[in-house]
């Protein structure tokens, strides 16, 4: 394969996922042209990634999606989102509250939804063929790719026939799934871990499970932890309101489909029988997987071709989402020509560390917490110990939830303290910090602040809020801005009560709404050098 200018796009996806569609809506936003291959013509009906956060919402909001999003949820917003927790079956009598999202709703833009993959990559679709930047083309497959030093070329292949196809562009990202040809490509490794617990899924339809489970109320996921599945979830969740349901539960490492009782492994968590019609079952292996970089060269991976996991709290595809919209705006830079000359291996640096605390502190934390219990525990040998036990699990903090805040104060990209440590636990708080997301507050002029970030939903550029600065703080920003060519929006505001909160005063917001830099002033230094340094470092310059 040769490759010339000019190119078929800047960016070649492969991957037409939910996390490949995102990441070419956010890109074509951006006026960046985008080509997306995906193998499959048809979206794959299986209730997957439903559990979706507010900072999901707040992409949803920049793509233009809200709207079809809520209005396409099968699970009306009055039911609630929340889940339940119970040992031994649904049905044992012990059972606390667990993943009630609502709880860190005042920190976001946007609200928590809760609707299956399919819907979401239906919707998402659709947004991307209004977008006249964006191909997309159904039906081909990856083959290979080769690297220049102006761009890649990348082989494709119908699916079903004969045609073969080599596009060009300038970046070439990976979005298709666990088993990445793209990320074997690039020969990009990636670690597992040892799990590998063999699991069936099960989609299947049941009203009278609506009615067994009318007593918990407005729960739409609910969780059976039992000895004999040693801590791995037994995991039931609702499709809609309408009797359609899936679970997820640990079998034997031989399970066949044709040779297993699935039936009673779905009464056996419930705790009773009931009627059942099967409309999918499924076997799958757990394991949780990292690729040991994000990037390489001109190749980049996002989504489960970058890390994958047992459908655990949703933190897959909103992490992918989390990923695209990194990306996104520092392959603009880069195309645009403002990028410094570490920004693109940034993405690796802030996106991989966020995922491996993902993986240790919130999956791999619950499957060792849970198994603890179920090991050490057991109302039938010591009830007084498991009932103090499950009154503590039953009454504390719901850490899955208010501490997940992915944030990235350790990245050499932003001013964060000097032991920062990029994650995905922290702590909620409206604080403007340097590495963290920005709490939507109101200005003074009674506009929320996610409406003028970037000049507006669809900005793509630096934001710098002034809480009551002098004219001189603005001017010696607009300098650097001008001297690096970056593209910056100047938000000025005086103090309310809303922004208060943020305590700094002189904030300066990434296009993916994380801080780069906060402080109430620049301190004794001549104010112009502080913010050229600022903008510098904000974008990746050494």
């Known amino acids: 394969m040769t490759i010339s200018p000019p190119h078929d796009a800047d960016i070649i996806i492969v991957g037409g996922g939910p996390v490949g569609f995102g990441l070419a809506i956010d890109l074509a936003l951006r006026d960046i042209r985008v080509i997306i ?52 079956t649904l ?138 599945m040693k801590g791995y979830w037994q995991f039931l969740g609702r499709v809609d309101l309408e009797g359609n349901w ?6 034997p490492p031989k399970t066949q489909v044709a040779n297993y009782d699935f039936n009673a492994l779905l009464y056996e968590a419930v705790g009773t029988s009931f009627e059942a019609k099967f409309n999918y079952v499924g076997l799958w292996d757990l394991r949780i997987s990292v690729a040991d970089n994000y990037n390489k060269s001109r190749v980049f991976i996002a989504g489960d071709a970058a890390h994958s996991h047992p459908p655990y ?68 040998i010591d009830r007084a110990a498991f009932e103090k036990h499950w009154h503590k699990r039953s009454t504390g903090e719901d850490i899955d939830v208010t501490q997940f805040l992915p944030q990235i104060s350790g990245s050499p990209i932003v001013f964060g303290p000097i032991n920062g440590v990029t994650s995905a636990r922290g702590i909620h708080q409206h604080l403007a910090q340097a590495g963290f997301h920005l709490s939507p507050q109101v200005l ?15 900005g793509a550029c630096f934001s710098l809020i002034l809480i009551d600065q002098p004219s001189e703080i603005k001017q010696a920003f607009e300098q650097a801005a001008t001297c690096f060519n970056i593209p910056l929006v100047i938000i000025e505001s005086a103090k309310t009560g809303g922004t208060a909160l943020w305590q700094n005063t002189i904030i300066l917001v990434r296009p993916d709404e994380f801080v780069a830099y906060a402080a109430s002033d620049l301190g004794s230094d001549d104010s112009k050098i502080a913010a050229k340094a600022i903008l510098r470092k904000a974008v990746g310059y050494t």
Request: charged share 20%; with cysteine.
């Open 444 to 458: 003074s002029n009674d506009k929320n602040i996610f409406d003028c970030l970037g000049g507006g939903r669809l």
């Open 91 to 228: 049905l044992s009598g012990y059972h606390h509250d667990w993943f009630n999202r609502s709880s860190v709703a005042a920190f976001y833009a946007a609200e928590n939804e809760r609707l299956p993959q399919y819907i979401t990559e239906d919707i998402l679709q659709k947004r991307a063929a209004e977008l006249s930047n964006i191909t997309s083309m159904t039906g081909w497959s990856f083959i290979g790719y080769e690297e220049t030093s102006q761009g890649v070329a990348v082989k494709i292949a119908e699916t079903k026939g004969d045609h073969e196809l080599c596009l060009t562009g300038k970046y070439l990202v990976g979005t298709d799934g666990a088993n990445s040809l793209v990320r074997e490509a690039a020969g990009i490794t990636q670690t597992s871990d040892g799990h590998q617990q063999r699991m069936a899924l099960l989609v299947f339809h049941s009203n009278e499970l609506n009615d067994i489970l009318a007593a918990f109320g407005g729960k739409t996921i609910f969780n059976a932890l039992s000895k004999k």
């Open 246 to 251: 899936f679970f997820h539960a640990p079998v």
């Open 37 to 88: 291959v995906e193998r499959h013509t048809t979206i794959q009906p299986i209730p997957k990634g439903q559990n979706l956060t507010q900072r999901t919402g707040e992409h949803f909001q920049r793509w233009g999606v809200t709207k079809a999003i809520q209005d396409a949820t099968p699970i009306p917003r009055d039911f609630g989102n929340a889940g339940v927790t119970a040992y031994g």
């Open 313 to 380: 709290g949703g933190y897959g595809v909103n992490t992918g989402f989390e990923d695209a919209r990194n990306l996104s705006w520092k392959i603009t830079a880069a195309i645009e020509g403002w990028a410094g000359s570490g920004l693109l291996d940034s993405y690796s640096s802030e996106r991989k560390p966020v995922f491996e605390s993902t993986r240790d502190d919130f999956i791999v934390r619950m499957i060792n917490q849970d198994a603890n219990m179920v090991t050490n525990f057991d109302p039938e």
